[in-house]
């Protein structure tokens, strides 16, 4: 992974985070006694993978507001082979799955301070995830998207300097 930053002179800040995971797991059987033989599991995940970016801004308006923004992007890819015994011979094996998964989206929003007691934040937040399933390989995917949003607005007041009273409101789609 890599994340760089930058700020410039004027407050704003900057950054840009990218990743990439390449494994190999296991999961070992289950050490509870209660457990059938028949029903325990021997896992392996020969591939597993995660890619992601993210870009993030912050900066200050002018002096009583300060706006924050994000974008990323999120992909994961798995592959699970369960076995019938702890031989894990692939001439034993109950299923040979994968999964593929992601997910995109952007929030942002902008806190105003109106004085030392009141302030408002508002924003939007949009998300869209989408999965890939199969239940072994070579069989057809199955797969599911779903796109969400957010608007939102909170104001905080403070009456008193230990007590602070937060209320908000958002539609969600």
Do not use: M
């Not at 597993?48 to 990323?72: K, M, S």
Request: net charge negative.
């Amino acid at each position: 992974y890599a994340k760089l930053e930058y700020a410039t002179p004027g407050g704003s800040r900057f950054s840009l985070g990218v990743g990439q995971y390449d494994a190999e797991r296991s999961a070992p059987p289950t050490a509870d006694t209660t457990v059938s033989a028949k029903q325990v599991a021997y896992d392996r995940f020969p591939e597993w993978t995660r890619q992601y970016a993210c870009l993030n801004a912050t900066g200050v308006w002018h002096q009583d507001a300060v706006w924050r923004a994000t974008a990323y992007y999120d992909t994961e890819y798995d592959r699970l082979i369960r076995y019938k015994d702890a031989t894990y011979d692939y001439e034993q094996i109950k299923f040979d799955s994968e999964h593929d998964s992601r997910a995109s989206g952007i929030r942002t929003d902008l806190t105003y301070v109106f004085n030392d007691r009141w302030q408002s934040s508002a924003g939007v937040i949009a998300r869209r995830d989408g999965v890939d399933i199969r239940s072994n390989v070579g069989e057809p995917w199955a797969s599911n998207d779903a796109i969400t949003w957010s608007l939102f607005d909170q104001i905080r007041f403070r009456p008193a300097t230990p007590v602070t009273f937060e209320v908000g409101l958002s539609f969600n789609r």
